[in-house]
């Protein structure tokens, strides 16, 4: 197939979570012409080797992103509050997940 | 990594390599039940997977040419799937025909003529859209027919037909969608999804009237009627149905002879010699 016959098919961003994980995590990008085909293809993709339970595909081009140059002002200013953590809490040994 | 290991579903194991698998035959007692005739169990075995094992060499034949990178993987993984029946299903016809054979003894030493699969399986692949459309056909018949054994007298081939039919599910579901895709497409892809049909035509008859499961439960007419009901919806949606009559799927120009007797078209000879050639050059060897 000569390269100018054929549109390139959208990008989707893959989102899977795990048997042991709480959330989707981001695990990689495919090609798919609708959504339809792309959540197949992320199963076939991103799942062969029995690692999901919960598959999200979303196209790459509906995500909201910040710029890498925008870097130091997104996130700089949070670097030097220390303040912020709640370290100062004795957390319960029998409270999952924080 | 050992197979045992994977299926412990230990504090150990790492999300990247999944975890929690399991052995679709644990705990089963691999004695044939009374009740059961050997040879007819034995035969459907055979026959069941040497289908699985055509198709899956068939399909891997797509590997590093398919049209999408996605789409290769989605072929290749449908066809481990199949490799993984047919090896279940070698190793019961092996206790049961009482040979005591392995599965390699089944896939690699047997020729041509000892081979018991459908002849639709062993076509060559042909383009993309035949080969949807042979795997749509045979996973929506296949499907049937395990969904009927998985209450099969024979509680090791029930078992293998149970897991068999969750991976059908999935096959059939991909091989519909492109079907409708192809088939609701552009005029090229529809002209090819109608082409492909037009090939498979002359093999459906040898698939809709097998009786090598009857005994263990699969009624012919049930599977056959079922296969052609599923297609006629998938065709429908696809706009690629001739009638509104959901029986004639053409089989009026079918070809006469079976694979079921070994009878087989030239195709099969290559498609072993390719698949047996490094078994049958090194016997002994182990992998």
């Not at chain 2, 019961?92 to 599965?103: I, K, N, Q, S, Y």
Request: hydrophobic share 45%.
């Amino acid at each position: 197939m000569s390269p100018t016959s054929k549109a390139e098919w959208p990008l989707y961003e893959v989102f899977v979570r795990g048997k042991r994980g709480l959330n989707h995590v981001h695990v990689g990008s495919l090609r798919a012409a609708d959504d339809d085909m792309a959540l197949l293809h992320a199963r076939d993709l991103y799942t062969r080797r029995n690692e999901g339970v919960s598959i999200w595909a979303v196209r790459s081009d509906t995500i909201a992103a910040s710029a890498p140059d925008e870097k130091d002002p997104f996130f700089a200013p949070s670097g030097d509050k220390v303040y912020r953590h709640p370290t100062f809490y004795d957390i319960p040994d029998d409270v999952p997940h924080i | 990594m050992t197979d045992e290991d994977l299926y412990v579903d230990g504090d150990g194991a790492r999300w990247a390599f999944g975890t929690g698998f399991t052995d679709p035959l644990h705990g089963i007692d691999q004695t044939v039940p009374d009740g059961v005739d050997a040879e007819d169990l034995a035969a459907c075995c055979l026959a069941l997977g040497d289908d699985a094992l055509v198709s899956a060499q068939r399909l891997a034949e797509w590997c590093t040419r398919a049209p999408e990178l996605e789409e290769e993987l989605a072929l290749a993984n449908i066809g481990l799937d199949l490799l993984g029946q047919a090896r279940l299903l070698y190793a019961r016809a092996g206790r049961a025909d009482g040979t005591g054979h392995g599965e390699d003894a089944y896939a690699y030493f047997r020729d041509p003529e000892d081979f018991r699969n459908i002849r639709l399986a062993e076509l060559p692949g042909g383009d993309f859209a035949f080969t949807v459309a042979r795997l749509l056909v045979l996973s929506v018949w296949r499907l049937a027919v395990c969904e009927a054994l998985a209450t099969a007298p024979d509680p090791v081939l029930a078992a293998i037909a149970a897991k068999s039919v969750k991976e059908l599910a999935y096959h059939r579901r991909w091989a519909a969608e492109w079907t409708v895709r192809l088939g609701d497409g552009t005029e090229e892809s529809a002209a090819r999804m109608r082409a492909a049909l037009d090939e498979l035509a002359p093999w459906l008859d040898e698939l809709l009237s097998d009786s090598t499961a009857a005994r263990l439960g699969a009624e012919p007419a049930a599977v056959a009627a079922r296969t052609r009901l599923e297609l006629f919806h998938v065709l429908a949606d696809a706009g690629l149905n001739r009638s509104t009559d959901v029986s004639p799927l053409d089989t009026s120009a079918f070809l006469p002879g079976s694979g079921r007797n070994g009878q087989h078209t030239p195709h099969l000879a290559p498609l072993l010699a390719e698949l047996q050639s490094v078994a049958r050059a090194h016997p002994d060897a182990s992998w």
